[in-house]
């Protein structure tokens, strides 16, 4: 059954245009093709890049965050209490008004309480700010580095300069060693990311972030079997044009180096927006759908492989729709906003606000935070009288 299988999987049908079958692709000693068994050393690969970025990561990114100032910070912590900690893990950790009801007779705490411990206890599972820093040193690293590699490799290349290229002998296009090791690059990172998902930090987009993963890799293995490497390589440049500019743009966020980052952020969504929704359509949707109809007729991989390059594109239009909304904000406040993808930490004002009211129920008044907006001093540096007075143990604006 696995041999009937394995027959019917590899059939030339499947993976090469009309009228070319796998003896058309048989190697010599001078012409090498790309052969399926070479995605195996994805595995080891990506393997080798999830130990170099944990070295890498606590032994340059970690220490450098705390000399650049990135502190993580305090947050308290939930105190241990079974029941709460059952329904945590188990049912929701955002419940509603009457979960908290039932929860808060079963532990014989009050609601506010309750509400309490698991706002500290959800701000505990989010990721700190070194974290993230040395998650976006690391990925900024292989950006970096393999948006540079590509130029390299296909800086010498006829179809980087004309995409008809792409197409030209195919598929008996010879795989040049350069390309192949290029391939194994950036195939091997992303399964490396999918190694680490459970371990990374978590984004409000993390569903399109998995299927961006996936369908990332099956469009490198296919499109490496089918021998789409021309077409390939292309689109791997386009996507870490982009990125370069992404992870700097998080790593001087979590610095808070607003000027630089601000400006950044409009390189990298100029960059995003040109890359993603004008080059790779024209220089890779249309080059596949259309200037490949020259050369072969549609098969199964022709859909395949597009199918799998206008799910990137959603992806594109997704991810932009964000961006744009996010540069729309920056030109009405003239900063950037926090990154929408990220789950914002639950603030502390409110546990301060819960300590305000209860004090104030006790008639203690209570004197902090004070703003032009109308708030109290705490040093006294206005008189109470100029501003309030107390009613009933409340501060009152006159």
């Known amino acids: 059954m696995a041999q009937a299988l394995y027959e019917w999987l590899w059939q030339h049908e499947f993976w090469l245009p009309p009228g070319i079958t796998w003896e058309d692709m048989q190697e010599s000693e001078d012409i090498h093709y790309p052969q399926p068994r070479d995605l195996l050393l994805s595995v080891p690969f990506a393997l080798i890049l999830v130990g170099i970025r944990c070295a890498f990561e606590r032994a340059i990114a970690l220490p450098l965050s705390t000399k650049l100032g990135v502190r993580d910070k305090q947050r308290p912590k939930a105190q241990p209490n079974p029941v709460l900690e059952t329904f945590y893990s188990v049912h929701c950790k955002n419940p509603q008004e009457g979960e908290l009801l039932s929860l808060s007779k079963q532990c014989e705490l009050p609601v506010r309480k309750v509400e309490r411990w698991f706002r500290r206890r959800r701000n505990m599972d989010r990721p700190s700010l070194s974290k993230k820093f040395c998650e976006a040193c690391w990925r900024f690293l292989f950006y970096i580095t393999s948006f540079f590699t590509g130029l390299a490799v296909l800086y010498d290349k006829p179809w980087l300069w004309d995409h008809r290229e792409c197409w030209t002998g195919y598929p008996q296009q010879p795989l040049q060693p350069s390309l192949f090791w290029y391939y194994m690059l950036e195939l091997s990172f992303y399964c490396s990311l999918v190694f680490t998902l459970p371990f990374d930090v978590k984004r409000k987009d993390f569903k399109e972030q998995i299927i961006h993963h996936a369908a990332t890799i099956f469009l490198i293995s296919f499109s490496y079997c089918a021998n789409y490497i021309r077409i390939g390589t292309l689109v791997l440049l386009i996507h870490d044009a982009s990125d370069c500019f992404l992870e700097p743009t998080k790593i001087f966020n979590y610095m808070k180096w607003k000027r630089t980052c601000d400006s950044l952020f409009i390189i990298f969504s100029a960059v995003f927006l040109i890359s993603r929704l004008v080059i790779y359509p024209y220089t890779v949707l249309y080059n596949t759908y259309y200037y490949s109809m020259e050369i072969f007729q549609p098969f199964f991989g022709y859909y395949f492989v597009n199918t799998l390059l206008i799910i990137l594109q959603l992806l594109h239009v997704f991810w932009s729709c964000l961006i744009i909304h996010m540069v729309y904000k920056f030109i009405l406040q003239g900063t950037m906003e926090k990154d ?59």
């Open 340 to 398: 929408m993808r990220s789950d914002t930490e639950e603030s502390d004002k409110d546990e301060e606000r819960d300590k305000i009211r209860e004090k104030e129920k006790n008639g203690i008044p209570c004197f902090s935070n004070v703003t032009s907006n109308g708030y109290i001093q705490s040093n006294g540096a206005e008189p109470l009288s100029s501003r309030a007075h107390l009613v009933n143990g409340h501060a009152k604006e006159r």
